[in-house]
């Protein structure tokens, strides 16, 4: 089956064609980051304007790279959890396609397609794994027994790693989208001038909380001079705080479900310093880690024709109404086979 998939959830405007005998066929992305940029973060009203302006244009080239319309046999797109009124532009796009070309269509849950992503690659996982689930909206480690079958092993509880990752940046002064940023700062820091606290690592369990590192660093900054080393030094630090907190949960979810595999997957999992340390933790603790490459970190459409792929050939169906649901539970969705 020839699948579209279509990504409108948040800030990158995305569409693919995954083909589950030859695989990815195309894929393009646009990113909105130059228009949130002025103003700190996403703007819910201009990002779904964009995706009205780009979504089009995307998904005539991924359609007419992968064969033309004719080919297509499906349609997949994301229908939560995201902003409402971006979802809703995916959405009415994917079902008037649908109506109009006849074939079936699915919504897909954004961090399924998450999930899933490292399934891309030539060396793929097998299941069960555990994923590492890291992004600006979600840091959560969850047991993948298969299609569907999901158990959340810990979840944050408050500020996800990536939304640390930017609001620290802000207090650096450094520019939207705050991680990259932050991460390229501490290249230039100078270990062990400060030091964050390992969040909820002195007590069991997988939960993560990471509201409190921000306090920290406004706490160790306080009278200090910003200039740029002291700001790469206390990059370096919460870098290197976030990076050992999901370590040491990743080594606690393996040891508790004995599973041999790791996937990393969200926009955090494009971050060198975590990649390579577990990577490090992988080699030390006999386990195997994989990630998607760096452009599948972000959201994007393959990862969304990928899992819809999965769900239509395993007969999933959904009735033809536009559907976006800004909060949708993982644990919600349907098992398969």
């Not at 009124?85 to 109506?99: F, I, P």
């Not at 944050?156 to 932050?182: M, N, V, W």
């Not at 490090?280 to 990630?291: E, F, I, L, M």
Request: neutral net charge.
């Amino acid at each position: 089956m020839r699948v579209l998939g279509l990504e409108t959830s948040c800030d990158e405007t995305a569409a693919a064609v995954y083909d589950g005998a030859s695989g990815l066929l195309a894929h393009e992305i646009y990113s909105q980051v130059d228009l949130h940029a002025a103003y700190g973060g996403v703007v819910p009203e201009l990002a779904s304007r964009d995706h009205l302006r780009k979504l089009l244009p995307l998904l005539e080239k991924v359609v007419a790279d992968a064969g033309g319309p004719a080919a297509v046999q499906g349609i997949a797109y994301t229908s939560g959890p995201g902003l409402v009124g971006a979802l809703l532009v995916g959405a009415a796009v994917a079902r008037s396609l649908a109506y109009a070309w006849r074939v079936p269509c699915i919504g897909v849950h954004h961090m399924e397609g998450h999930l899933l992503a490292p399934l891309l690659e030539q060396d793929r996982p097998g299941f069960p794994f555990v994923a590492l689930l890291v992004s600006g909206g979600h840091t959560l480690l969850a047991e993948v027994q298969g299609l569907g079958q999901y158990r959340i092993l810990g979840s944050s509880l408050d500020d996800a790693a990536g939304e640390a990752f930017d609001k620290t940046a802000k207090l650096l002064g450094l520019g939207y989208p705050g991680g990259p940023q932050l991460a390229a700062l501490a290249q230039r820091g100078r270990p062990g001038v400060f030091s964050f606290p390992r969040p909820l690592t002195e007590r069991p369990g997988l939960d993560f909380s990471f509201s409190g590192l921000k306090t920290a660093v406004v706490v160790a900054l306080r009278g200090l001079a910003l200039d740029d080393q002291t700001r790469a030094d206390a990059a370096l630090a919460f870098e290197e705080a976030v990076v050992d907190t999901l370590v040491i949960k990743c080594r606690r979810a393996m040891q508790q479900t004995r599973c041999g595999h790791l996937v990393i997957a969200g926009g955090v999992g494009a971050n060198l310093q975590l990649r390579e340390a577990l990577s490090d933790a992988g080699r030390k603790y006999g386990w195997g880690v994989s990630y998607p490459r760096i452009e599948f970190c972000t959201d994007n459409g393959a990862m969304i024709a990928h899992a819809g792929y999965h769900r239509l050939c395993a007969g999933q169906r959904e009735p033809g109404i536009i559907r976006a649901r800004p909060r949708w539970p993982l644990t919600e969705l349907l098992e398969t086979g």
